[in-house]
């Protein structure tokens, strides 16, 4: 985040993952959220050698280590993730020694409701609300 912005980076892989959302209801409104993404980044070589990477030495799964290697490639600061697993602090250390070596920008692996913790500490504008609750990603911001 800088000077206060967010901009939103969807991804081929992100894509791909929404629409296996079985409820159609909840797929739309997914899909509302990622039309308002600013940039999209394509699934190509260089985002599937970076996962690839992620893959083996982190010891993330394929799907996941696609999300962060768009994420890499998309030069963006934060990579959310409802996956606890992914968004450990092991992880994040392996996914930095990679970034690192390959002059990409470092990007920090985090769940969403953290991440609003983290940067929104009085709440998030326009007097949404969030939980309290970072072990559960369905938990809707009203």
Not at 18 to 47: F, G, W
Not at 71 to 83: F, M, N, Q, R, S
Not at 87 to 101: L, V
Not at 114 to 139: A, E, M, V, W, Y
Request: aromatic share 4%; hydrophobic share 35%.
């Amino acid at each position: 985040m800088k000077k206060g912005t967010i901009q939103l980076v969807s991804s081929d892989v992100l894509f791909l993952e929404v629409n296996r959302i079985l409820t159609p209801s909840k797929r739309a409104r997914v899909i509302a959220y990622i039309k308002m993404c600013d940039k999209h980044v394509e699934q190509n070589e260089a985002v599937e050698k970076i996962a690839q990477e992620i893959q083996n030495q982190c010891r993330i799964k394929a799907r996941d280590s696609l999300h962060v290697a768009s994420a890499i490639i998309g030069e963006v600061d934060y990579c959310l993730t409802c996956d606890d697993r992914v968004a450990r602090w092991k992880n994040n250390r392996c996914i930095k020694r990679i970034t690192h070596k390959l002059g990409k920008l470092y990007v920090s692996v985090m769940n969403p409701i953290r991440f609003i913790q983290k940067h929104f500490p009085g709440g998030l504008p326009n007097g949404h609300k969030s939980s309290n609750n970072t072990n559960n990603c369905d938990t809707r911001i009203d």
